[in-house]
Each structure stands twice: as C-alpha cells, then as structure tokens.
C-alpha cells in the first residue's frame, strides 16, 4: 500500500528535479513553483488516512524535497544548470540543504571543514543511544517521559548529529557546502538562534522564497512575523498532520518565538538565559501531546518490542563482554600517542620535572583504562546481579568517561588536533568509544537502580 502512496512523490519529486533545468521565463517558473506546492498539498489531502509515520515521512521529509524544486526555480535555469549531474542528484538525494551553490563548487577539503566531524558522530550515537535506553525503560517511566527522551534521542541523532557528519563528509568530498545547522548551543539571541544557527534549510528557503516580498509588503518586523507563521504551518504539517490533532499549537509555538524576538530586539537584550528560556520552555506547545503519543511514544514501544525478543539479561550479558573489549581499543589508540603526537620532539622542551609528571600522568590513565576493563570482566557476574558496589564501580566509570567526553567535546578545540584525514578519521572514532563507554556503564548502572 505504502508503494502506491510512494509512486505519486516519486512523479512529483522527479518534475521538481527537473523544471528547475528548463529554460523559461520568469513568469512560467512562478507558475511552476504554485504547481509543485499546489501537488505537495494535493498529495498531502489525498493521503490524509494513512498512517502517522507515513504521514510524517511525506510532510516533513518528502515535502520539503520537493520545496527544493521551489527554491530552484527561483533562480534562472542557467545558474541551475551549471551544477554537475552527481552534485545536483545529491542535491535531490542525500542533501538536504536549500542552497546549491556549495555543490556547484569545488575546493580541497581543509582541517576546518571536518572540524565537526568527531563531534558530529559522538553526538549521533549519544543520541541512538539515548533512544535504545528509552526503548529498554519505556515501560517503567510515565508515557509522556518517554515521548519526550525520544524526541530529545532523535534530535542529537539526527539534527546535532548525523547533519554535521553528511556536511563534513560532502565537504570532504570537495563540495563547500554551508553547516546545516551552526553550533546552535553558541546562539545569544533568538535572531541567533532562528536566522544563523538552527535549521539552517529552513532559513535558506524562507529567505530565497518569501523574505523579500514580505519585506517589501509588511516591513522588516512584519516580514519576521510572517516568516515565523510560515514555519509555523510548516510544522503544522510535520506534527499536526500526520496525528490529525493539536491544530494550532505548532503555529502558536512560532508566533510567540516571534513575539519575543521583536521584545529582545526592542530591549536590546543579549542573553542565551532569555533565548534558550523561550525556545524550550514552551516546547510542550509544539511537540504537542497527541503528536508526542502518537508517534514518538510508538516508535519507542515498536523498538521495545524488537529489543524485548531476547530478555533483558542476554543483552546485558554481551554488552558486559563489550565494554573492556572497547576499552581496550581505547588502550590501542593510545599506544600510538607518544609517536602520533610527536612526543620525543615536543616533551624536551618542557623542564625534566614536568617532562616525567606527563609520562606519569599517561602511565596512570593508561593503569585507569586497564583496571576498568580488569575489574569488568572480573564483576562480571556482580554486575548481572546488580550488587550494590557493582553497580557504584559501573556508575563511576560512567561518569569517568562522561567526563573525558565533555572535555574532548567542550575543552579541546579542533586546532589542537594535528592535521590530516587519518586525524580526523582516528578522533572521530575515539569520541565514539568514549559515547560508547559512556552509555554502556551508565545503562548498567541506571538498569540496576530501576530495579533491572
């Protein structure tokens, strides 16, 4: 049934691919532009009885595919033109920017086009993983909770997450495209936040369609107004939609975000308080509960029925024998420091007092890491059970590596790193043994609490 839903997205996505390749005058490509909307929304109403996930596939992720082929044919068919044919099919496929400019480029890829990258993955599997627990604890937290650390899961997963991994991999590939999503937790002001940082297609499109014309119509606030009712509806159709519920509350979401940043530009404030207060306090108004309960509470009972296959235990069982194993492969990575990092060339030029406080400050983090994986295998069975001095060791390595995660993620910065890919390569997979070391030891420790 899904495929005869599918085949009609197929035609449409396929002409907005390629009207925005024909030569016309502006006037006709006007007229394509309301056509693809128009058989966005037709679409959208014929298919209003299938089911939520299906629903939320074609207003979130197909809709705004075929919004591409709007953008585009805002622009004169010789700029489109001029991209390359695997470029402009990424553009329609993996990419879901709105700017195809970065793909009509090319450029070597430099050490701060994949700055990103490690923090990108660690975040990715923070954010699986963080779903995966939801998923094993569903039926031990209240039903709202749940919904909520899905929602949570999948936004450091896929937003904060995957989209930083695709820029840097497309960027490696010689492709300048611009960040999907720009450090959103540096925003200090909710223009900051909305106009630079988050959701970045979101804001390309809005800004290439309707900025201007509103502009020239309602004037610079009424214009932010406008934009604002846009993403509102836009979203509408990504939450209300697919649930058929909660009408409204999107749209309300994003008017009081308007609302509060004409008060912050009118008072002049400059404050991450008053901006992260009103992007995620009122956050209940647009991941409404009927959305909240009708699609991410289910996504996370169906993986609680996949992962409730095999009982509790048989997983704890394999992740116990993984954890020392990850660690390891921490150890092996280690081995390479010293000559990676050019010790022999960079430790003489401290004094000899400091030069051996290094050596013992790595020779103790190494003894840490194998006493980890030591005492792992040999709690063992303490663990299983879930003793209580099992269960402190797990939630003090837990923590350890919550530690060295934060401080690789938030202390270090990127060019601190040697250059080169193999570094780039070797700390993103650090970052994610580190997620992984984290997550493992705090679900052991956090399933026992529960009563596991």
């Given at each position: ?83 390359p044919a695997l470029p402009y099919l990424a553009f329609f496929t993996v990419w879901p920017g709105m700017a195809i400019e970065g793909l009509q480029e090319r450029r070597a890829a430099t050490p701060s086009d ?103 119509m309602l004037g610079r606030g009424g214009a932010m107004v406008a934009v604002f009712l846009i993403s509102g509806l836009l979203h509408e159709m990504a939450i209300s939609y697919p649930v058929g519920d909660g ?129 792992t295998l040999v709690l063992h069975a303490e663990l299983m059970r879930g003793d209580r001095a099992a269960v402190a060791f797990a939630i003090f390595v837990a923590a350890y590596w919550t530690l060295r995660l ?47």
């Amino acid at each position: 049934m899904n495929a005869e839903r599918l085949a009609p997205w197929i035609v449409v996505l396929v002409m907005a691919a390629l009207m925005p390749l024909l030569p016309s005058r502006p006037a006709a490509r006007r007229v394509g532009q309301v056509a693809l909307v128009l058989a966005g929304i037709g679409l959208l109403t014929i298919q209003a009885s299938a089911s939520p996930g299906w629903k939320l596939l074609c207003a979130s992720l197909l809709f705004l595919y075929l919004m591409k082929g709007v953008v585009l044919l805002a622009l004169p068919a010789a700029a489109v033109r001029r991209t390359p044919a695997l470029p402009y099919l990424a553009f329609f496929t993996v990419w879901p920017g709105m700017a195809i400019e970065g793909l009509q480029e090319r450029r070597a890829a430099t050490p701060s086009d994949v700055q990103g990258f490690g923090r990108g993955l660690t975040r990715f599997f923070l954010g699986i993983g963080l779903v995966l627990i939801d998923a094993l604890l569903v039926n031990r937290i209240p039903a709202l909770a749940a919904a909520w650390i899905c929602v949570g899961g999948l936004l450091l997963a896929i937003h904060l997450g995957f989209s930083e991994v695709l820029t840097c991999l497309i960027r490696l590939a010689g492709r300048p495209v611009d960040p999907l999503f720009l450090q959103p937790g540096k925003s200090i002001s909710l223009e900051d936040f909305w106009s630079r940082r988050w959701n970045r297609p979101f804001v390309e499109m809005d800004r290439r369609l309707f900025l201007r014309p509103l502009m020239r119509m309602l004037g610079r606030g009424g214009a932010m107004v406008a934009v604002f009712l846009i993403s509102g509806l836009l979203h509408e159709m990504a939450i209300s939609y697919p649930v058929g519920d909660g009408w409204g509350l999107p749209s309300g979401y994003f008017l009081l975000q308007a609302a509060a940043m004409l008060a912050q530009n009118k008072l002049r404030i400059r404050s991450p308080l008053w901006t992260w207060g009103f992007v995620l306090i009122p956050l209940p108004i647009l991941f409404h509960p009927p959305f909240l309960l009708g699609l991410p509470l289910e996504l996370v009972r169906l993986l609680h029925w996949a992962l409730a296959a095999r009982p509790a235990e048989w997983y704890l069982n394999i992740l116990l024998w993984a954890m020392p194993a990850a660690q390891l492969l921490v150890l092996a990575a280690s081995r390479q420091v010293p000559e990676r990092l050019k010790w022999a060339e960079e430790l003489p030029r401290l004094g000899p007092f400091n030069r051996k406080l290094m050596w013992t400050y790595g020779i103790f983090v190494v003894f840490t890491i194998v006493a980890f994986a030591v005492v792992t295998l040999v709690l063992h069975a303490e663990l299983m059970r879930g003793d209580r001095a099992a269960v402190a060791f797990a939630i003090f390595v837990a923590a350890y590596w919550t530690l060295r995660l934060g401080f690789d993620n938030f202390y270090f910065k990127a060019a601190d790193w040697p250059e080169g890919a193999e570094f780039v390569v070797g700390h993103a997979l650090l970052n994610s043994l580190f997620a992984f070391l984290t997550l493992s030891y705090g679900m052991v420790a956090f399933w026992r609490v529960l009563g596991g």
